[in-house]
């Protein structure tokens, strides 16, 4: 099936730092979300973006839409203890209908206090 | 809490035996998706249900199936059960709307022993 190559695979941060992750592809995608996912429960929607080049925030986190419309980005700035976790980046395939997300192998995130 | 909700939450059964799997959507939502999420593949998408008719298929076996009732909550029906099915399995919904968001459930885990 087709592939989201998310990197990177886990991070080991200090509380306050920065922290980038993203996903790429050889295929297009037409909606890119980042999911957040703590033990033990569903991914919890962080950011939805649904056009080439678009940059969106939502508090401390950044996401982007490559202009290829092939790669992902998210950043997260001056992380904090409850921000540990697994991130995922999901994409929709162009042609593709609603809701049937391809998802990346996730991003294990460690923040150290 | 995403509004979605699953039951139940845990489930240990054996190899070769059958499980339903509920899930009541948000209110309002009427498409229901079912992902699987295991340690070797990730979240795949297993099938989408649209106000009770089949949209789409992903990578969901000839031993599993799917409905959506009238009052729109669905239920995941797999059978034949074996070692390789243990996995967290995901509810999601999304607004009727022209947008890909889904939310998720707290998920069910299947332990097959």
């Known amino acids: 099936g087709q592939q989201l190559n998310q990197s990177p695979q886990s991070m080991f941060i200090q509380e306050g730092e920065d922290v980038s992750m993203n996903c790429t592809s050889s295929?297009?995608?037409?909606?890119w979300l980042w999911y957040k996912q703590d033990p033990g429960e569903g991914p919890v929607l962080l950011i939805a973006?649904?056009?080439?080049?678009e940059l969106t925030s939502n508090g401390r986190l950044t996401a982007q839409f490559g202009i290829t419309r092939k790669d992902s980005f998210l950043n997260i700035s001056a992380s904090i203890p409850s921000d540990v976790g697994i991130y995922f980046c999901a994409g929709q395939l162009l042609g593709t209908s609603y809701g049937k997300l391809t998802f990346g192998q996730g991003t294990i995130l460690t923040v150290h206090p | 809490d995403s509004g979605v909700t699953q039951t139940p939450k845990h489930l240990i059964t054996a190899t070769g035996q059958r499980v339903t799997l509920r899930c009541s959507p948000r209110s309002g939502d009427l498409s229901v998706y079912w992902y699987q999420q295991s340690l070797d593949q990730g979240l795949q998408f297993l099938i989408q249900y649209y106000n009770g008719e089949e949209r789409a298929k992903g990578n969901i076996l000839e031993r599993f199936s799917a409905q959506q009732f009238p009052d729109l909550h669905s239920e995941l029906n797999l059978s034949s059960l074996e070692l390789g099915d243990s996995a967290l399995y995901f509810c999601?919904?999304?607004?009727?709307?022209?947008?890909?968001?889904?939310?998720f459930g707290e998920g069910s885990r299947l332990t097959v022993l």
């Open positions: 973006l649904y056009k080439a080049g």
């Open positions: 295929s297009i995608f037409n909606t």
């Open positions: 999601a919904s999304r607004a009727d709307s022209h947008t890909g968001e889904l939310f």
